[in-house]
């Protein structure tokens, strides 16, 4: 089943550190989030492949904004 | 002396300046991002200047942009506030070469007292006592290893160019160390713009207690006082008082004197802050050693608690010493500190994990009172943005005893409301029920031992 993992705040993304096809474990860090001076790591609640990741380096989430999705 | 200062800050602390400016009579100019169009410290100024887009490195931070801003605003004078270029030394020496009063200390001073190691080591010259630590920049993981070995553990890993507690990390042994060393590294080049570390003696339990210092425009530095800051998360402040409950006079009485010597090592002039820590036992025995930590060469965040019970408008005392002033009290009798004041950091954040949340203002409204202060850079319908840090207002209270400042607080918090983006404030309605906090006898571990 797919695992939406989404923004859990208003934030910019700083790293983007997986691609799509990438294969993660249940913790491991998807995407870097910046937000009034804090790094916010946002992780998988799954362990599987990433099959979609919905933003880049730069864009501004808000809150509830899908991040990526892992399978 | 200048008639017009442009102020280079946003948020509380801009509206903080901008008030003491025009009571004085002086014209006080802001500067903004596009991000803070018509922003609280934009309406409160007498003019305001774009400096360009949201983020800070290309609006706060742009040094040619805020030179360009006093020029075209006409200011003869440039107050920095505190973070973004208050502690870079160019910006100061670039400010003074334009022609302009630099309300702040000579770029020199900013520039020792920056170099945490290079401040270390000159403090240690001058007899104030540091904790052991590396009195060379570490760069590379084997040194840091070895250093490590000599100062012992549990280290404190800090970025020696760095500040407001970002890129530290406590280490309990050579892997943990090992581990941090690399995180450390990357977020002091990517923050402070080298990757030098510090290694410190991590001393715990710890108070941190801090001394406010004003050098006079004739050279003398009078202490004003000190302010406890040992409510931390994250190594960040969120709420400060004074006097500390933690230090006895014979204590106070060589910190004060510890601190004006460091700021003469240094040829301090203007408002600055030397920051200490006291070790703690746990004992009801007060603590009787401390160590300089570092030297915040600008106004701090927290001074409100210091005017509170002394009474003195330290922006203005800044702006008399720039214009080569006298202060405007007697410098052989400083104030007598008279009462007792606590601050309440009111951060854009939720109160029990301290993550952050931005968002628009749907409701906002500040308490009043007997001894309530309320500095503020927000109003309903101002937009909380992403981009810069998430203080929204600070919160203080002054009572004739400790228990009556509480007291006013409890009051002040229940009659505060924020509306939209997260907010602390019930994490202080948990503070000022907390026991320890309450008794006084608390350190820098009180947030994380109530969020365990």
Known sequence: MAEEIRAEMVA????????????????????????????????SEASGKVLEVAVNEGDVVQEGDLIATVE | MFETVLVANRAEIAVRVIRTCQRLGLKAVAVYSEADAGARHVRAADDAVLLGPAPAQQSYL?????????????????????????????????????????????ADAIETMGDKVAARNAMAAVGVPVAPGSTEPVTDVGDAVRAAAGIGY??????????????????????????AFETARTRAERFFGSPAILLERYLTPARHVEVQVLGLADGRVVALGERDCSV????????????????????????????????????????????????????????????FLEMNTRLQVEHPVTELVTGIDLV??????????????????????????????????????????????????EPSGDGIRVDSGYAAGDLVTPYYDPLMAKLCAWGPDRDAALDRLRTAVAGFVVEGPKCNLPFFVELLGNEEFVSGRYDTGLVSRMRS
């Open chain 2, 232 to 291: 931390q998360r994250r190594h960040q402040k969120v709420a400060e008082e004074t006097p500390s409950p933690g230090v006895s006079p014979q204590l106070r009485e060589r910190m004060l004197a510890a601190a004006v010597q460091a700021a003469y090592a240094v040829g301090y002039r203007g408002a600055g802050t030397v920051e200490c820590l006291v070790p703690t036992t746990g004992d009801p025995t007060p603590p009787e050693q401390f160590y």
């Open chain 1, 12 to 43: 910019n993304v700083w790293k983007v550190v997986v691609s799509a096809g990438d294969r993660v474990e249940d913790g491991d860090t998807l995407v870097i989030l910046e937000s009034m001076k804090m790094e916010i790591p946002v992780v």
């Open chain 2, 62 to 106: 742009d040094v040619d942009r805020v030179l360009e801003a006093a020029k075209v605003s006409g200011a003869q004078a440039v107050h920095p506030g505190y973070g973004f270029l208050a502690e870079n030394a160019d910006f100061a020496r670039r400010v003074t070469e334009a022609g302009l009063t630099w309300i702040g200390p000579p």
């Open chain 2, 154 to 179: 549990p280290l404190m890993v800090k970025a020696a160019a760095g500040g407001g507690g970002i890129g530290m990390s406590a280490v309990d042994g050579e892997a943990e160390l090992r581990a």
């Open chain 2, 316 to 365: 203005e005392q800044q702006l008399r010493v720039a214009a080569g002033k006298p202060p405007t009290f007697d410098p052989d009798h400083p104030p007598a500190v008279r009462g007792h004041a606590v601050e309440l950091r009111v951060y854009a954040e939720d109160p029990k994990r301290f993550l952050p949340g931005p968002g628009r203002i749907t409701a906002w409204r």
